[in-house]
């Protein structure tokens, strides 16, 4: 069984494979980029490598995520996600629910390409990310405003 994390960003309960987060930063100090989208946060240095940060509410139609920063494995793609709330790590099968309008009421949500695939714990239904999906779509690439 594969574990996930749970987080949420801009109001969206979501998953994330373990095995795709390298690590979860705190704080880090991240400097805009000038001539970028609102959503695409900057620069930041972790482990003594630039890492571009995205945030992923913002990214989504949401509101802006302000909280730690997910850094994916190299393998994954080179980026951080902003999110709001870490809740941990699971290892509960995933389940099909179908989408809540809530999930999909918003322009720019389909950029997370949401699916019905998710993780049920504590009564919250969290969508699992396609990391690999977001992280080579053409709206992520193209952070020029």
């Known amino acids: 069984m594969s574990q996930y994390l749970l987080f949420d960003a801009g ?3 979501l998953a994330a494979p373990s095995d795709l987060i390298k690590a979860i930063h705190e704080d880090l100090d991240i400097q805009p980029v000038a001539g970028t ?34 850094e994916l494995e190299p393998a994954a793609g080179i980026a951080g996600f902003q999110v709001d709330n870490v809740q941990g790590l699971c290892d509960i099968a995933m389940s099909e629910v179908p989408l809540s309008e809530k ?16 993780i049920v714990h504590h009564d919250r239904v969290h969508r699992v990310l396609d990391v690999a999906a977001i992280v080579q779509s053409p709206a992520f690439l193209s952070i020029a405003e």
């Open 103 to 118: 999930e999909t009421s918003r322009k720019g949500v389909e950029k997370l390409t949401l699916s019905v695939r998710a």
């Open 11 to 13: 109001g969206l309960d």
């Open 37 to 70: 989208h609102s959503w695409f946060r900057g620069l930041a240095v972790a482990h003594g490598k630039l890492l571009p940060v995205t945030d992923i509410g913002a990214f989504a139609g949401r509101r802006s995520s302000t909280g730690r920063t997910l």
